[in-house]
């Protein structure tokens, strides 16, 4: 269940004293025998984008889409660093590229942690140093261990295709919005598949799964998504390789969310009815990431008015005779009408909701997953130390 | 400070049961000749429209802008109660007016509380009447007890301007981004105004003060600010009420943000620099609802790295090397290079706090007043009951 599970790459994770807690906060992903090959990335469209996402889309260019390694620090995003932040990342590949025997520019660079503080590199150095002398064929769930923030359990994924494997590790709550200041994955694969059909593979996979979890509606200056692919297991069908891509995608996505900080619930927030798509996921997203509604989920309290409240502010076609919601198969809001279902207080009180919503308005729909809002989140976002 | 400040209004506020708790729940201000007045309104821009708004704005237009009464009650918002909600409304209207001898028309209606339940109208009946007996010129902070929601201390003012007076109670957190389900506002006024000059001047006094008031970015079904001006003060300069609504407004907003569900700062936003004063809005607004950026508030941080992140996501022409954050007077990111001022702990330990954002850009400029996310917000909004 990891990115070693796919033959023909090596990973590793090891402590160098970036977390003063002493975890393991140094990681790297390379091809077995230290080659490039093909890779692709997609990355945060924060404007306030992290050196190491500058560097990342300056060597995949250069390269024309290949890559040896990837080299990860949690504990520090370097982002909002300036020109010193600049300088770290490129030296993070550098040192990383001098110890595999490789150009800098195959090498990627992931940083997630605290924003607008520079990198300990006297730590970094000798980290990226002993992170080498430790990768091994069985190293994913180091690295995946390695890359934690809050996160409170690794996630790793292994995905079985026709004939070749993805696998895939990652960190954090969300992609383009996620939670801490972070969401890193960085997966493998044995298929052989050009860099295009990689970030083509790769941009599916996203948006039908990263792309929909959202846990405080923040977006990142970090949020990285890569993939290397060494071919091992020859050429694949396109079709069969975004499958794999979606799934490993999906499985990580999931995970997230269930492991969101201080989160007590996962919402599966489906609208439906909207007069377009965009209409769907702008009133399912402004749902997702309102306060009002996030508290109310914590409590398990099925406050529909809220929900409500959120349709008819989020600049939408809407029509309150028109609307429905349901949590499950309870439905509390029917064509304009409160409903008062019994025996909702059980399904409330469970960890996964669906909760749908029905504009009646045409044919427009999305898809959410989000987390509730609790006393631990403020606990864990109160403070940087 | 109240309503009763100004010369011929009459107020009450007493206890009819809606609320479990015992406490004021039904509230009248009048004039105290029961006479029709001019009047103005402004109300929620959400879809989702409670009823007491609907019917709001039908009274005031079938008057063409003349009122002699409002009724309020807190404990229900009687919103998103469908066809019931209405007639109940006008109920609220019709028992009014019959008590105070007018027609139902000249009585504007405003309830606060929970969305989706009913009026209790067998409550609501007797306390229209008990609120009538005890209708008196001293009554305005009765009044102002009784439209209490979450709030902790009514919030009244008084404004006396060139030979006229203008008072105000109000309840709530914020305008068209209110905390639990409504922010409303009723001022009074012996000016003597046309209801055009009342509607632009109270859309003035809004649009600066309570629209640039945000707790938690949701936008309530019933936020209502309404106005009655009986003109025994004779002619005002336009420019005086204009001055005097803005005044009346602004110490209202003031103390609903000292006073919004659970926060300990109150934060002054100002973005400058930007392309446009929309994009400064629209940074600013984002930053404001920013539950990480909200957090760290709470916890006295001065995280300027999770600031420059929204700014970077909120979609506005951004280039970090001119972006410049301060805290008060102390300068924590500068021109893309962090800063680390020595004493500013003891700022960020203040109940209000200035935060200023240059982007460098532009001359566009935006003012934002929002507060903190702790765990009594979390407490406050997890339930229902």
Redesign the interface.
Known sequence: MSVTDVGGFVASGIGCGIKLSGEHDMAIVATADFAPVNAAGVFT?????AAPVLVCREHLAVTQGTAAAVVLNSGN?N?????QGMADARRMCELTAAGLGVVPQHVLVCSTG?????LPMDKIAPGISAAIASLSASGGPQAAQAIMTTDTVPKQVTIASNGFTVGGIAKGAAMLEP?M?TMLAVLTTDAASSSEELVAALRAGVASTFNTLTV??????NDTVLILANGQAGAVAYADLVEAVIAACESLAMQMADDAEGSTKTVFLRVTGAASDAEAAKAARDTA????VK??W????P????I??????AGVA?D?TK?TIAYGPHVV?DH???AHPSELAEYMAGRHLELNVDLGMGNGTARIITTD???A???E?????
């Open positions: 469209s924060n404007k306030m984008t995003a982002a909002a660093t300036g020109k605290l924003i607008g503080y520079g939670n200041a405080d509606g923040a977006e990142s200056t990431n309102c306060q009002l508290c109310s914590y409590g398990q309290d406050y529909w008015g809220r409500a409240s959120e349709m008819g502010a809407f309150h609307l809001y304009g009408e409160p809002l609790t006393h989140y403020v606990d976002n109160m403070g940087t130390s």
